[in-house]
């Protein structure tokens, strides 16, 4: 029964993902996009995402992940210096260059073999210390240049057009991830058990740390580790609330929106009882 939940929302949602492709159009035109159409997609693709990330942690439960025996990680050199030492060869590069020489060199790596874009396993959290800056309008905005000249003013900027081009190479991004992901449903099913099982094993160590009172990293600090992919309240991009579902008028409840309060019920009964009953 859950299986047949989880394909059915699968194919909804590459239903839904054809559209948005479709609504892009990049074959025909270049990397941007309208404004208003920008937009319009992305309120759509957030819950997609939000939704095909659910279907993940569901298709996932019941899987068991053997992990190798754990290896403290060695810290890392600053620079090269000591490796280039160690071989023979002179340096007589400062240490700044040294840095920036290693940087240019992996930047020259990554953008040689540039990797395939992932679909994130975790909801993004909400940051509770983010101060809500106050936005002033144009049209609010100081417009005289000198108390002395009162007719200099300064002229008021364009207002934005729902046709101004918008860079959408990241939009296009994150519609091939989440194609890539609906399509290979166990495989990214493994790579969240992967992640669970080293998420889980890595909070098991900072507790035995924290009761033996041992220093957890070399640094004194502590990693932040998540609890659960999920964020509290309402999924990103949802409208639909699992605390108050008729909060929303059914006029503005859309398809995806249904899509995303199955996928996420699955999802939390998939954390809360992750190994399926054999008997």
Request: glycine share 6%; net charge positive; with cysteine.
């Amino acid at each position: 029964m859950e299986g047949s939940g989880i394909e059915k929302n699968r194919e909804a949602l590459k239903r839904i993902l054809l559209m948005l492709v479709s609504m892009a159009g990049f074959a025909d035109g270049g990397p941007t996009l309208p404004r208003q159409l920008h937009r319009a997609i992305l309120r759509l693709l957030r819950p997609a995402e939000s939704a095909a990330r659910r279907l993940i942690i569901a298709a996932a439960r019941g899987i068991v992940v053997t992990l190798p025996p754990f290896r403290p990680r060695k810290p890392k050199p600053e620079t090269n210096e000591a490796v280039l030492r160690r071989l023979g060869i002179a340096v007589t590069l400062p240490h700044d260059d040294l840095k920036r020489a290693a940087a240019k060199r992996a930047a020259a790596l990554r953008t040689a073999r540039p990797r395939a874009q992932n679909l994130s396993l975790l909801d993004p959290l909400k940051n509770p210390f983010r101060v809500h800056r106050r936005y002033v309008p144009a049209h609010s905005a100081p417009r005289i240049r000198s108390l002395d000249d009162n007719s200099s003013c300064r002229p008021l900027p364009p207002p934005p057009s729902p046709d101004d081009p918008v860079d959408a190479t990241r939009l296009g991004q994150r519609l091939e991830a989440l194609g890539r992901a609906l399509d290979d449903l166990p495989g990214q099913a493994q790579r969240f058990a992967r992640w669970k099982a080293r998420n889980d094993a890595a909070r098991a160590r900072d507790r035995e740390a924290r009761a033996t009172g041992a220093q957890i990293q070399a640094a004194g600090a502590v990693r932040f580790r998540r609890i659960s992919p999920l964020r509290l309240g309402r999924p990103p991009g949802g409208r639909l609330s699992r605390y108050d579902p008729t909060a929303v008028h059914p006029r503005n409840v859309r398809e995806v929106d249904e899509i995303l309060a199955h996928a996420h019920a699955l999802a939390v009964y998939a954390l809360e009882c992750p190994r399926p009953d054999t008997s």
